[in-house]
């Protein structure tokens, strides 16, 4: 007899596996088909943020950031050290016991939640059934599918990864020595996470970024004060330049790109490619079904995450939207809500972006420059960190909070930080957007005192003109 249950999803990283545990809280019978196999060769949950992305390269960032800070600081803060040196063995052993850790813990949490992990790789066939290759090869069925089969990096013509040394990002987090001169094409969120983690190692590191503007996506003024604080750190970041064509030879891989200049050659040990990624839709359904894919390869899905096929629904990387394990996650448990009959849905204006550089860049709803275009009034507060009093005693004083609030209603309409610990302070920003907060809401809560959250506090005070800290022009008496 065909094995059967209520949801199936494909794919279990942070979209998927959210979506298979909400599944199963819900008391439906579920299952989870995912191919992912460690190093090691063992089947592994958590797809490509738990495996190869989000946490390998957040541990790596951490670790080459608190290197850098006892190497550059340390002494400022008196303390005396040796000399110090690096042990990349261990800080990547670190970073694979966390991968096998946090991997391991959602194969736990799969068993105490009741849903069945079946490693293989699963493909939509017609009629709700699902046919698993690997060593498990089987066909099942289910009432309700889940397809949250994720992305995987675009592989770029004039760059062909060889796997050694022209890798990408998965590639990047397991260099085994320090390369000497390294490149990256692609100076996005990726490019820009690896490229800091080797540049802080020892590296030389250059990016090529095709297009004239740094970062377009972030609000212009953290883009500026982001250029400035990496390319101080040494990031050489090269805009407006293309790659032509790159080629291994004598054990380094020498790149022909053209900048204004003209053609240029630069030779690095090894190269990066992260210029976006694709969402992984390869042998994921039989034509036959009729899924409908977009012009962009992603899944086509409403604001629900219904594909066109009755009980299929997709969720994460594999449909349109940002590329965020946060994301995905919130879209798996939405479906699997709607899937038992509740009304949950997901609020794309607020989704939190990060890119974990130092400083840390985050943002929440709209920037400076969309609100221009769009012909939308508005008014800016913004708050440096040099004026707070934690961020000082911490010795990070670059950066600054803005928050963009609505000229007439003032409500928050995108809040813009550059700076420490930005990635947990834009959590703040967005549980206040979130319940439709005005800039005078935040001025009306009352923040600990010496945190960096106060200068979220104080960007909303400076919307008003009111700051605290900073000198604000002066106001007549109201
Ligand atoms: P991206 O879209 O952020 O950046 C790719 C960059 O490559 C762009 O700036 C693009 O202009 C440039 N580029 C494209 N073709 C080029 C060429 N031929 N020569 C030179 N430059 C070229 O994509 P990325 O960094 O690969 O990241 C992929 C996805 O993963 C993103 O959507 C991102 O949201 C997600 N991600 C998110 C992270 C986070 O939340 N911190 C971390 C890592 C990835």
Known sequence: MTERYDVLVIGGGPAGY?????????????????????????????????????????????????????????????????????????MMAHKDKTVTELTRGIATLFKANGVTWIPGRGKLLPKNQIEISGSAAKQVEAGEIILASGSMPVNFGNAPFDGQRIVDSQGALAFKEVPRRLGVIGAGIIGLELGSVWCRLGSEVVLIEAQEGFLPVVDEQVAREALKQLTAQGLDIRLGTRVLQSRVANDAVVMRYQDQNGEQEKIVDRLIVAVGRRPNTDGLFAPETGLLIDEWGFVHVDEHCRTNLPNVHAVGDVVRGPMLAHKGMEEGIMVAERIAGQATTVDYAIVPSVIYTQPEIAWVGK???????????????????????????????????????????????????????????????????????????IMHTMFAHPTLSEALHEASLAVAGRAVHIAQTRRAKP
């Open 18 to 90: 959210a979506a298979a545990i909400r599944s199963a809280q819900l008391g439906f019978k579920t299952a989870c088909v995912d191919d992912w196999c460690s190093p090691a060769g063992e089947p592994a949950l958590g797809g490509t943020c738990l495996n190869a992305g989000c946490i390998p390269s957040k541990a790596l960032l951490e670790s080459s950031e608190f290197f850098v800070q006892v190497r550059d600081r340390g002494s400022v803060r008196g303390l005396k050290l040796g000399q110090l040196s690096l042990d990349l063995a261990a």
């Open 367 to 441: 920037t400076e420059q969309a609100l221009k275009q769009a012909g939308e009034s508005y008014r800016a507060g913004v708050f440096p960190f040099a004026a707070n009093g934690r961020a000082k005693a911490m010795g990070e004083t670059s950066g600054f909070i803005k928050i963009l609030a609505d000229a007439h209603t003032d409500r928050v309409r995108g809040v813009h930080l550059i700076g420490p610990h930005c990635s947990e302070l834009v959590a703040c920003a967005v549980l206040a957007m979130s319940f439709g907060a005005s800039s005078e809401d």
